[in-house]
């Protein structure tokens, strides 16, 4: 039987803390997250939320996506709806649905998120500085903080961006949002 998607990320996680040589200790002090916390992340023990991967992969100078890439199969020019991969961040409800995921074949990848209302991820850095983000809202309102600049997107707005700094995504307490991210 497949392993499921939390187990092969909690493998994944271990095997890139061991070939850049970090401890739990010094990963602690990269990451932001106690040691224990990683352990338990590593172990299979619990999920890491969207914001822990984050600063993980920030402190492997990897995207989120290419880290759930190394998780997942091999390319594929086709994915059907049922083959896409499904993550959801236990602390927000975030749900994450990988359409197009990346590949070293391929330079984009696609997700299609869906934010509950009143609901808010930060990230205190990008996991690649400068990845170009496509971002188009397909339902709901969304507010977005890039690098300390300010969006409201609601239903058929796009904001295309470079992502240097902090970012931070936000749902009004009435609404969630459901948008699709190209990441370039």
Known sequence: MEQNLTERIA????SLRLSHNFSLDQLSALSGHSRATLS????????????MLGSLCAAYKISLSRLMAMVEADFAPQITKAQQQI????????????????????SAEML???LPAGKSIHYAQPTKQGMEHHLYMLSGLLELEVDGQQYSLKPGDCLRY??????QFKTPKTQSATYIITLI
């Open 11 to 14: 493998q994944r996680l271990k």
């Open 40 to 51: 338990r992340i590593e172990n299979g023990d619990t999920s890491p939320t969207a914001a």
């Open 87 to 106: 993550w959801l961040d236990p602390e927000t409800g975030l749900e994450r649905i990988l359409i197009s995921p990346p590949s070293n074949m391929l």
């Open 112 to 114: 299609k998120c869906t």
């Open 162 to 167: 470079r992502l240097f700094g902090a970012s």
